[in-house]
């Protein structure tokens, strides 16, 4: 593999450039791994995590070829199939974290952007502690960030670690001193993405090695971007076999006690499962790996060996990790109808799988209290009727699960499946429109600023959907994503005509807008 700095000779400094269509900056490598024979080990996995919402680096597939004796480049130059990829380093488009400078020495601008890795060092480096983990610096470099100007900001980052540590270890995962639950100092949504991606690439570096992290201002800390699975996927001896987890999948004091969390365990299921309708669904692991490989066909079929092999074992290898992860937690609950529109007094009957207690209901709400406690009602084999638009919500439960059975502690629970079936006219894009965006209103005015001292812009924001059709319709189901991210409620429904609203901060909204119809 290769560093690529692209160097403007005429002002002696770098040059961003932005080969075969990816954004604009100067620092590039050039990848390739003896370990990686299928050519698809970090694009695959990056892909993944780029549409399950987490930055990775972006890449693409080119065919390497090496003159150093001058002349044409001709097939005897030829070195294989490279991958063109980001580095990681702090911008706009790569880990947007805030830059740094030695006057950011208060809160809230001393509170990011800071990155940092579990990693071998770089060459002069030698590194921090934090959290009762050694971690090399990323951004700022080291040798900026240990200077006396930077004092202010190394001190205050080692801290924040040191608190969420101090919160994490503490009683009841909470920091004797300040009161603040981990939670409130790290992403734990980000956090068990990034988990996820390494754990299903059984990536031998994963937690000890390869292991970045970076903290937005005014934001938590995370773990991210992920890095460096060549040696995952079944390609080396440690991750051959798609069975079992790697080692202690909990490595390292921060993973095994926030697994003692039976929530955070719960959100790891959850999450899990809800990739598997999507992103990490059979189809789509197959369709990311046959749309990559057919850029690389050609090149690689006829120039390096058996490929096609190799293509074909991370096809087989990828299909079968999903299915064992599948198999390590309670099953999911089966409706035996879909979602949509039914008929007033039609019946739902529940099931799972391999059998367990199933626990529902039918107001939208988790069955599971928090804590792990029962909240819903038990689901006898009875059919459910339905009388009204309706959003069933179920989970399998075991009361009998105990660390010995399977590896995440103390959860009973299954993930959750939903049902939305409505008796009114179901909302689809031939009778909801989109009717008006607030984006990027004016700052708020002295007047709402007296309301609420903390309002920004961003409180403001609002988007209004309308029935445009001539009869009821049920919201039910329908989701505002990508940015807001909102559910209507299974009994939403709009009159003809009618409007609502969905916004940002209802606090906010009101005293500028009125008090109109919110979602």
């Known amino acids: 593999s290769y560093t690529i ?5 005429h002002i002696n400094d770098d040059d961003n450039i932005s080969p075969l269509g990816l954004p604009s900056e100067s620092d590039w490598i050039l990848y390739s791994s003896s370990f990686d024979k299928s050519k698809m080990n970090n694009t695959f996995i990056y892909e993944l995590a780029n ?29 294989g199939v490279f991958v063109l990829m980001e580095k990681i380093k702090r911008g706009d488009d790569r880990v947007d974290v ?19 890795k579990i990693d071998r060092a770089d060459p002069g480096d030698g590194g921090f502690s934090a959290g009762n983990t050694g971690m090399k610096w990323v951004y700022p470099k080291e040798a900026i960030i240990e200077t006396p100007a930077y004092d202010p900001q190394e001190q205050w980052i080692k801290n924040y670690i040191n608190e969420y540590y101090a919160a994490l270890t503490g009683p009841n995962f909470t920091n004797p001193s300040t009161g603040l639950h981990y939670s409130e100092y790290i992403d734990v949504a980000e956090s068990i993405d990034f988990h996820i991606l390494n754990e299903f690439g059984k990536n031998p570096d994963e937690f000890r090695l390869s292991t970045y ?16 699975f060549d040696r995952g996927l079944g390609f080396e001896n ?40 999507d992103v990490f669904s059979d189809a789509n692991l197959q369709s990311v790996i046959d749309t990559q490989a057919d850029i690389i066909d050609y090149t690689a079929q006829n120039r390096d060996g058996n490929w096609s092999t190799h293509r074909n074992n991370l096809k087989n290898w990828v299909a079968s990790r999903a299915t064992w992860m599948d198999s390590q937690f ?90 939305v079936v409505v008796t009114d006219t179901p909302a ?9 965006i607030n984006y990027n209103p004016h700052d708020p005015t002295p007047g709402e600023l007296a309301v609420n001292a903390a309002f920004t812009s961003e409180d403001f924001e609002f988007i209004e959907v309308m029935n445009t059709s001539d009869s009821t319709i049920a919201l039910g189901g329908v989701k505002v994503v990508d940015g ?19 916004v940002a901060e209802q606090a906010a909204f009101t005293p500028r807008s009125g008090a109109g119809p919110t979602g």
């Open 5 to 9: 700095e692209a160097w403007d000779d």
């Open 51 to 79: 549409q399950s919402g987490q930055y990775a680096v972006r890449t693409r597939h080119v065919a390497y070829f090496l003159n150093t004796g001058g002349g044409d480049v001709s097939m005897s130059d030829y070195k």
């Open 98 to 116: 805030e830059e740094l400078d030695p006057t950011d020495n208060t809160e809230p601008d001393i509170s990011g952007g800071y990155m940092f």
């Open 213 to 228: 992290m970076y903290k937005p201002r005014e934001g938590k800390f995370s773990f991210g971007p992920i890095w460096d």
């Open 238 to 277: 440690r991750s051959a076999n798609p069975v079992g987890w790697w080692q202690d999948f909990r490595w390292g004091q921060w993973w095994s006690r926030m697994f003692n969390d039976s929530e955070f365990s719960q959100a790891w299921i959850d999450r899990w499962f809800e990739l598997r309708q």
């Open 330 to 419: 309670r099953p999911l609950t089966q409706f035996s109808k879909g979602d949509g529109q039914v008929v007033q007094g039609s019946t739902v009957t529940l099931s799972a799988v391999g059998g367990g207690a199933i626990y529902y209901t039918t107001d939208g709400s988790d069955p599971r209290a928090v804590g792990g406690g029962i909240h819903g009602q038990l689901y006898t084999g009875a059919p459910i009727t339905i009388n009204s638009n309706t959003k069933i919500t179920a989970r399998v439960y075991d009361a009998s699960a105990t660390p010995a059975q399977y590896c995440f502690s103390q959860v009973q629970w299954g993930a959750p499946t939903e049902l």
């Open 428 to 436: 689809d894009a031939g009778n909801l429109a989109i009717t008006e």
């Open 484 to 502: 807001t991210e909102f559910e209507f409620d299974a009994d939403t429904t709009l009159l003809a005509g009618q409007p609502a609203v969905v």
